[in-house]
Nanobody, 123 residues
Framework: QVHLAESGGGLVQAGGSLRLSCEAS????????MGWFRQAPGKEREFVAA????????FYADSVKGRFTISIDNAKNTVYLQIGSLKPEDTAVYYC????????????????WGQGTQVTVSS
């Protein structure tokens, strides 16, 4: 059984930053990516970033490149998403995901999800 627990969301002004955390428990995911998705009201859940368990490779959606940074602390089984230069359009529920089976950019190919953490960016 795998549990993913996000934290770190909140209300932030445009231009600000937050660090989101995702603690994984249970199964480990060596050789597979961990990822972040987000879902804004009325929109589909979209890919944000992914990282291999080793931390050696990272992947980002075009919309967040240069602003968001994904990292991993293997000792804590925790994946982080540093989100900066925030815009109101970044407002969404951010979800942690684990263990993709196929295209990591497609939400349908990820096996495990957390409950999400709300990020609200004010103008």
């Amino acid at each position: 059984q795998v549990h993913l627990a996000e934290s770190g969301g909140g209300l932030v002004q445009a231009g600000g930053s937050l660090r989101l955390s995702c603690e994984a428990s249970g199964r480990t995911f060596s050789n597979y990516p961990m990822g972040w998705f987000r879902q804004a009201p009325g929109k589909e859940r979209e890919f944000v970033a992914a990282i291999t368990w080793s931390g050696g490779s990272t992947f980002y959606a075009d919309s967040v490149k240069g602003r968001f940074t994904i990292s991993i602390d293997n000792a804590k089984n925790t994946v982080y998403l540093q989100i900066g230069s925030l815009k109101p359009e970044d407002t969404a529920v951010y979800y942690c995901a684990a263990d993709p089976d196929g295209d990591y950019k497609n939400r349908l190919f990820w096996g495990y999800w957390g409950q999400g953490t709300q990020v609200t960016v004010s103008s």
